[in-house]
């Protein structure tokens, strides 16, 4: 795998671009700059990997457009250490850019043949969160509680299980809605463990599915 000055080049004219759509978190776009998306893509794709779109990864799955991984990733306000929970793995690009950021990583995928390929390829370039299979729904009770806990995958609702496993003062962000469309929303735990919900906008999803993890 190859990443060259043309590559660099490329993923400063992204940030450029996310920049433009309201981003201001330095480390968020430092990691992005620095990740070699393109070895994320099967090669139908790579020529288009720094452009600001989401593309299929295979099992009904979607790498994230860069500026809804920054979005996102700019809610949960990392710092280093932060022990986080992100639910759906995917190609694992999420889950890097937490790391760049100096996060303490745990993931989880139910697609097994997507879970598998991940936990592979990762670690060839350097990148080696906590891989999990399971039922993101459930998260991860033995691991809680989590400082920071992300949902990329669109929920019909929000799952109290993963509510329950977020440290008082911690944030968890996800999309919910249905029909394709979510609401993206932070939450916040307090101190005292009351929780304060926000809304940020509307994006597109793959769905969250309960109870279900696929041995394919």
């Given at each position: ?16 671009t ?9 480390s968020?776009?430092l990691?992005?700059?620095?990740i ?16 600001d ?10 790498i ?14 990392i ?21 760049e ?17 991940t ?33 990329t995958?669109?929920?019909?609702d929000?799952?109290?299980l ?25 939450i ?29």
């Amino acid at each position: 795998m190859i990443d060259s000055y043309k590559h660099k080049g490329l993923r400063k004219q992204l940030v450029e671009t996310i920049k433009k759509k309201g981003i201001t978190d330095e480390s968020v776009l430092l990691a992005i700059e620095k990740i070699p998306r393109h070895f994320f893509l099967d090669s139908t794709f790579q020529n288009h990997a720094y452009e600001d779109k989401a593309f299929p990864i295979g099992a009904g799955q979607t790498i994230s457009q860069p500026y809804t991984v920054a979005f996102q990733t700019e809610l949960l306000q990392i710092k280093k250490r932060d022990k986080v929970l992100e639910v759906g793995t995917g190609s694992g690009y999420q889950a890097c850019v937490l790391l760049e950021m100096g996060a303490i990583v745990y993931t989880i995928e139910r697609q097994k043949n997507l879970y598998m390929s991940t936990k592979s390829f990762l670690p060839t370039i350097s990148y080696q969160p906590k891989m999990f299979f399971g039922d993101g729904y459930k998260g991860l009770p033995a691991f809680a509680p989590f400082d920071k806990i992300i949902v990329t995958a669109g929920a019909p609702d929000i799952p109290e299980l993963l509510v329950e496993q977020l440290k008082p003062g911690g944030i968890m962000v996800i999309p919910v809605g249905t029909n394709g469309i979510q609401q993206m929303i932070s939450i916040t735990k307090t101190k005292t463990g009351e929780v304060i919900k926000r809304e940020h906008g509307t994006f597109r999803f793959v769905p969250l599915l309960e109870n279900k993890a696929d041995d394919k």
